[in-house]
Every structure is written in structure tokens, then in C-alpha cells.
């Protein structure tokens, strides 16, 4: 099967940047984090949320991980991301210690990642305890993400399409499952609307305090 990729940040931004703005103000909304947190958005990908969260959040500080350096590269030059720091890395890997930041979020993201629950169990890592863990994903399959009008026509005319190879996972059963799987307490998935039959599977969970090392 072919690899889905995304290296051209100017042309992602052409086809899904007003379905990515808008529907990460939704997620905000229905998130409704605190101020003053230490963000990081992994699969950053072109910066659109990125920006949303510097604009709507207040975040003391912000950063963006990406696989693409196409994508990060256009990301540098949102001017409403100019207060982040942006950074090459995979979401199965992170290069950042152990509860370096107080919210973690994939914007879109999870269906892309190679082991949908190692991309979660990192992100739940990289948070403090009571740190907020959360994603939000098109409703890939029951018909809410804003391109499946053109993909229904390719389709008919005997096209295959490349698709995200993880796309079970956008269900609020697979979300709550991974979101427990990785210690997060609090789960709450969710499906919001967002425009006509657009829709979107939210996910949001607080990282659980660390045991105490045992006693040699």
C-alpha cells in the first residue's frame, strides 16, 4: 500500500487549511484549557494549530514536532507562530524527557501514526501528572471528514485512493480504549459537529501521578 505523505506545507494549506482552522477552534472550545501551560503539538504538520493555541490559549510556552521539514518549514513563516519553537520528530518517539509539558495534543493526526497506541502512551510520558493529554480527529468513518465528496467520485470512476492506514481508530470506543491503555484517568471522548455533515471524534484525558520508585 502507499505511504500518505505530507511535505508541502503551501499546498496542505491550500486544500485542508480552512477545515484545519476551524475545526481546531471547535476543539478549543470544547478542550477549554487553562493559561499559562507548556503546549506541545505533535504531527504540527504546516503549524495551523499550532497557531490556534498561541492565539486563543495564552500558553507560557509552545512547540511543534513534525516528521516533514517541508511542513515545519512553512510553519516558521505563520506569523501567528512566531512564538514557537518547531522541531523534525516522530509521535512514536519523542525527543523530549519525561513530563516536560502541561498539555499534549495530536491535531488530526492519530490515524497517520505507524502504532496509534505508542503515538498516546508518548504523549501521556512527555506530561506532567494531571497534565492534559487530548486529540481530536476527523469522524473518518461515518462519513464526517470534508474531502470524502471527492473521494466517493474517484471512487466511481475505479480509482483507489491512498488512505490513512489507521482509520479505526477514529471512533470514540478506539479512543477511549487507547486513552486508558495509556494511564490517562478522566477519559472523555466525544463527537462534535462542525459544519453540515462535518464531524469531528474528540479525546481528552489528565496524565496520572507517577508511582513512587520502590524502595531497594
Not at 507560557?60 to 519553537?85: H, K, N, W, Y
Not at 487530548?134 to 470524502?148: R, S
Not at 491503555?181 to 479525546?203: H, M, V
Request: glycine share 12%; hydrophobic share 45%; with cysteine.
Amino acid at each position: 500500500m502507499a505511504e500518505l505523505r505530507f511535505d508541502d506545507g503551501a499546498a496542505y494549506e491550500q486544500v485542508m487549511g480552512v477545515w484545519s482552522r476551524s475545526v481546531g477552534e471547535i476543539f478549543l472550545a470544547w478542550l477549554r484549557p487553562p493559561q499559562g501551560l507548556r503546549w506541545i503539538d505533535v504531527g504540527c504538520g504546516n503549524g495551523a494549530f499550532t497557531e490556534l493555541i498561541l492565539a486563543r490559549c495564552a500558553p507560557s510556552t509552545v512547540q511543534g514536532i513534525d516528521p516533514s521539514e517541508g511542513q515545519l518549514a512553512f510553519a516558521r513563516t505563520r506569523p501567528g507562530a512566531r512564538g514557537a519553537v518547531f522541531q523534525t520528530g516522530g509521535a512514536m518517539a519523542l525527543p523530549f524527557e519525561a513530563e516536560s509539558f502541561d498539555a499534549a495534543v495530536m491535531a488530526l493526526v492519530l490515524v497517520f501514526v505507524r502504532i496509534p497506541s505508542k503515538g498516546v502512551a508518548e504523549l501521556a510520558r512527555i506530561v506532567r501528572p494531571g497534565g492534559l493529554v487530548a486529540t481530536y480527529m476527523w469522524d473518518m468513518l461515518g462519513g464526517g471528514f470534508p474531502l470524502d465528496p471527492i473521494l466517493d467520485e474517484m471512487y466511481a470512476m475505479g480509482l483507489s485512493p491512498t488512505r490513512p492506514p489507521h482509520m479505526e481508530v477514529s471512533t470514540l470506543a478506539a479512543l477511549q480504549g487507547l486513552w486508558s491503555a495509556a494511564g490517562c484517568s478522566r477519559s472523555r471522548p466525544a463527537r462534535s459537529p462542525c459544519s453540515g455533515r462535518l464531524r469531528i471524534l474528540t479525546s481528552s484525558g489528565m496524565s496520572r501521578r507517577r508511582p513512587p520508585p520502590p524502595h531497594p
